[in-house]
């Protein structure tokens, strides 16, 4: 009988040490009906609680986890790192081999500067495309969301839409004024602020595939048109690809669509489970960064040793092929994404449960939405109940999902047949268990 006594007695105590007993919201669960699993460890494809329960993770800790948890080359090289010592302060070789590393696969990426998360990529990306074109505004799009720094905290999704707050209180007026919204998919609706006001703004800030309203991907010649509407304008468009990165492909969402932006956010799986982030872009605009450039940006923690160590082992596993023949990586990656997607669909539609499955190679997500999903409002119009009657009953079946439709799902490639074939046969009584819900709603 599945139990969380142990989970729910921690997170009691937390809750008195922590905010919500938790250090990032979505973690604790709420509006679930459980307490959050603590998290004894992880390995592979699964992740065990301190109650002796044996989940399958598609969280991946939020994208990270690509190659699955404690994978064998990661932890010999991380032990190896320990032993030399874990912060200097000063400049290693293994962040240059991570910069080249992440250039070799980012073409458009002409110099990088790593630092300890996504809210920290965006935010200096931001500076430095004001400092570069001496604009003052930003244009974002509702339901992405680029981490939690003031201006950026503007109708953003995920944790911030599950809480009902789209922006926050102590985010000033002053700090957001500059913020432009626009509806994300809307091509005249931002093509009309760029005729407008395309020579005051800085930057366009996008998640090319979007993964913080659900999974939202962008419409056919959505982001060329972005690509087109900036380059008129001498805006800088910044490619948010810290969850996207190396997942809607390799290359990410830029070379999925074949677009080239001006600078791109990296994040999640470029630590490889260890805090790093990064930002980079055109040298001419990355030139303009301290201490080559007048941007300053900085950060203590910024490049450790084992967090670019943990990042370099995981870009290699991913980029590495065993052969010609054998497909690489991320394809197949995309193919087991793929058929669990397809079952789900499968078993939705059995239960007669209508429901949107999206995918972007290794990341996917379904809506209970009878209708199409292509922004924050399609998005927020899911069955949100019917998604914590899906969500409870993974949960009891050992299948391990973010407590959120808004929340996307992740593969990684530790996940086996037999786990995708037990996610599905899980679906069943989930998806039956929405269909009572739903027939008497
Ligand atoms: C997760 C995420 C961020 C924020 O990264 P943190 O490391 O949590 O600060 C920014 N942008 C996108 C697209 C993300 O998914």
Same mark, same amino acid.
């Given at each position: @009988? ?11 105590e937390a809750k008195g040490l922590m905010p919500g007993g938790?250090?990032?919201? #979505?973690?604790s669960y709420q509006g679930m009906g459980y307490p959050p &699993? ?38 010999? +090289? ?18 240059? !081999? ?10 458009? $990426? ?55 707050? &789209? ?14 919204? $626009? !509806?994300?998919?809307?091509?005249? !609706?931002?093509?009309? $602020? ?8 800085? +930057?366009?800030? #996008? /998640? ?16 060329? =048109? ?16 810290? @969850? ?11 070379? *999925?669509?074949?677009? %080239?932006?001006? @600078? ?12 790093? +982030? ?7 605009? @990355?030139? %303009? ?26 870009? /290699? ?27 789900? /669909?499968?078993?939705?539609?059995? =239960? ?7 995918? +972007? ?11 199409? #999903? ?50 599905? /046969?899980?679906?069943?009584? *989930? ?11």
């Amino acid at each position: @009988m599945f139990n969380l006594t142990k989970s729910q007695e921690a997170f009691a105590e937390a809750k008195g040490l922590m905010p919500g007993g938790v250090n990032s919201p #979505v973690r604790s669960y709420q509006g679930m009906g459980y307490p959050p &699993p603590f998290i004894d460890h992880a390995k592979g494809s699964k992740i065990y609680d301190i109650d002796g329960n044996e989940y399958i993770d598609y969280v991946g800790s939020w994208g990270p986890m690509v190659v699955g948890h404690a994978h064998p080359k990661v932890v010999a +090289a991380l032990h190896e790192a320990i032993e030399r010592g874990t912060s200097y302060g000063a400049p290693t070789l293994v962040e240059s !081999a991570l910069a080249k590393k992440v250039m070799e696969i980012y073409p458009s $990426v002409d110099m990088i500067r790593m630092v300890n998360s996504g809210t920290e990529a965006t935010m200096s990306a931001l500076r430095v495309a004001r400092g570069y074109t001496g604009r003052e505004k930003i244009v974002k799009f509702i339901g992405c969301y680029h981490g939690h720094s003031d201006g950026l905290l503007v109708q953003a999704g995920s944790g911030a839409a599950t809480f009902g707050t &789209p922006s926050s209180p102590g985010v000033t007026r002053g700090t957001t004024k500059d913020t432009i919204t $626009v !509806a994300y998919n809307d091509i005249e !609706a931002i093509t009309k $602020v760029m005729q407008e006001q395309g020579k005051d703004i800085a +930057a366009i800030i #996008v /998640e090319p595939v979007a993964g913080n309203m659900g999974l939202v991907l962008p419409r056919q010649g959505y982001l060329h =048109a972005l690509r087109e509407l900036t380059q008129k304008t001498g805006t800088v468009l910044i490619f948010d690809e810290v @969850m996207c990165g190396f997942r809607a492909s390799l290359g990410g969402a830029q070379a *999925a669509y074949g677009i %080239k932006p001006d @600078m791109t956010c990296f994040g999640k799986i470029i630590g490889g489970g260890l805090p790093v +982030a990064a930002y980079g872009g055109k040298r001419e605009i @990355m030139e %303009k960064v301290s201490p080559s450039g007048p941007v300053y940006q900085a950060g203590t923690l910024s490049g450790n040793p084992l967090a670019m160590t943990a990042g370099l082992v995981t870009l /290699e596993l991913i980029t590495q092929r065993p052969s010609d023949d054998e497909p690489d990586y991320s394809r197949k990656l995309t193919l087991k994404t793929k058929k669990l997607l397809l079952g789900l /669909e499968e078993q939705a539609k059995i =239960a007669g449960v209508k429901i949107q499955a999206h995918q +972007a190679g290794s990341m996917f997500g379904i809506f209970f939405n009878a209708s199409d #999903v292509y922004d924050y409002e399609t998005s927020a119009a899911s069955d949100q109940e019917a998604f914590r009657i899906y969500f409870r009953s993974m949960l009891e079946q050992g299948i391990y999902f973010g407590p959120s439709q808004f929340e996307t799902s992740f593969m990684s490639g530790a996940h086996t047949d037999e786990d995708i074939e037990k996610t599905i /046969e899980a679906s069943k009584k *989930a998806f039956a268990a929405v269909a009572a819900y739903q027939k008497n709603k």
